[in-house]
């Protein structure tokens, strides 16, 4: 007979007699020769009972060669040069946890001193295996810093906690699947033509879905419309992003138009806080409304737009939602209401391994979100999450977030080590 030290919610294995707030031990029988294994062959999990987080640190790096893109009004046009940070949680035993902050249109540097400032202080020295707690600890300090900030702490701890448990995330929180279907998801383009094109091509590539950032011209929107559904056919899935653009008139005529061209849903068409109107427009639509990406406040603040029949799904990604354990809350919310939490892209490489992550947790999300172009959305990783010739991309099967970030490309870049 031996004792296995099990963290709360840390192992697969029920917990019994509780000895402190995080640790807890459980008679298991072994047998064989699984008995007589040393205790440095065992896994990572079974020997840090006791860990502590040691240090945070972000170390910010260069992203050159940018293309010029936009995505609206909301985002203006961008390119050039931004920054990521590498966020790196360190723990005495040796794991490190990380994560990206920033993205190609707003650079790590703006959330990232925020992040050490009023973050850091918050889970130094703190076992990181505590999520639930770190999760509320830092949602009380949202006002020094930003959802972002949060997010990035959050996915770090959460590779930390794959890390010592020998799991890719998706397992920690209860695999549902190992693979989900694609859609691509434009850029504002130069031409109904041009949209058209983009759309054919990427059904040709054998993807499932395309997108649309329209130039929230509301006439223009439409013609885009008609020539994506004519260039695809009608059994082709299609989306319209409204990009917060319209008023409601203007709404409603592109809602009822592409209601008539049979697409998939209506995604934020009017400003991320009018509740009150996207009441009145869903009462007018039959198109199911996706809305809920920016809407203000954090986790709680979803309760009225379901309870006020505001939007047929929740919407969110790590970075805008304050991180994995916040975007697994909403997709349980959200199932509680028969509902899907649709996940958005997540701004940078290692944000979209950890939305796929919880896509493959839960059921109820049908797409994974690739963001066009390429070259403004995949950086700092050795391999990107690649859509296959089915339109399918695939669960990460490495420990914690499981990809592999390219270090060496972070050091040659590296401008600065915030700590």
Request: proline share 6%; aromatic share 8%.
């Amino acid at each position: 007979m031996l004792h296995a030290a099990l963290l709360g919610g840390r192992v697969g294995f029920p917990v019994a007699r509780p000895l402190t707030p995080s640790v807890a031990v459980l008679p298991i029988e072994l047998v064989g020769s699984r008995a007589e294994v040393s205790p440095e062959d065992r896994p990572v999990w079974s020997r840090c009972v006791h860990m502590k987080i040691t240090d945070v640190d972000l170390t910010l790096f260069a992203w050159e060669g940018i293309p010029p893109t936009t995505y609206g009004k909301h985002t203006g046009k961008f390119g050039g040069r931004s920054h990521l940070g590498l966020l790196t949680i360190t723990t005495d035993d040796g794991i490190r946890g990380h994560a990206f902050l920033g993205s190609a249109m707003r650079g790590a540097h703006l959330d990232g001193e925020s992040l050490i400032e009023a973050l850091k202080p918050v889970v130094l020295g703190q076992d990181p295996l505590d999520r639930e707690r770190h999760y509320r600890a830092m949602w009380q300090r949202n006002r020094a810093t930003t959802l972002r900030a949060i997010g990035a702490v959050d996915v770090a701890l959460w590779d930390i906690a794959g890390k010592v448990a020998g799991q890719p995330i998706h397992r920690l929180l209860g695999a549902y699947r190992e693979s989900v279907p694609a859609y691509a998801s434009s850029a504002v383009l130069p031409s109904a033509p041009a949209y058209a094109e983009e759309a054919a091509k990427f059904k040709s590539q054998g993807w499932l879905a395309y997108k649309i950032h329209p130039p929230t011209d509301p006439q223009l929107d439409i013609e885009v419309c008609r020539a994506v559904r004519k260039a695809v056919g009608d059994g082709f899935t299609l989306m319209l992003d409204g990009s917060w653009a319209y008023q409601y008139p203007e709404a409603l005529r592109v809602g009822k138009a592409i209601e008539e061209l049979g697409y998939h849903w209506y995604e934020d068409p009017l400003a991320d806080d009018d509740l009150y109107t996207y009441v009145k427009l869903k009462q007018q639509l039959h198109i199911p409304i996706l809305a809920t990406e920016y809407s203000p406040g954090g986790f709680t603040a979803f309760a009225p737009w379901i309870t006020a029949h505001a939007t047929d799904f929740l919407r969110g990604d790590v970075a805008v939602k304050a991180g994995i354990t916040s975007l697994v809350k909403t997709a349980h919310l959200a199932e509680a209401f028969h509902m899907n939490l649709e996940v958005h892209h997540g701004g940078n490489s290692l944000n979209n391994v950890a939305n796929l992550h919880v896509i493959m947790a839960i059921k109820n999300c049908e797409f994974f979100e690739v963001l066009l172009p390429a070259g403004a959305q995949k950086y700092g990783l050795v391999e990107d999450i690649e859509v296959d010739s089915n339109g399918l991309v695939h669960a990460m099967g490495e420990p914690g977030l499981g990809a592999a970030i390219d270090f060496d490309l972070i050091e040659r870049r590296k401008t600065a080590v915030l700590r």
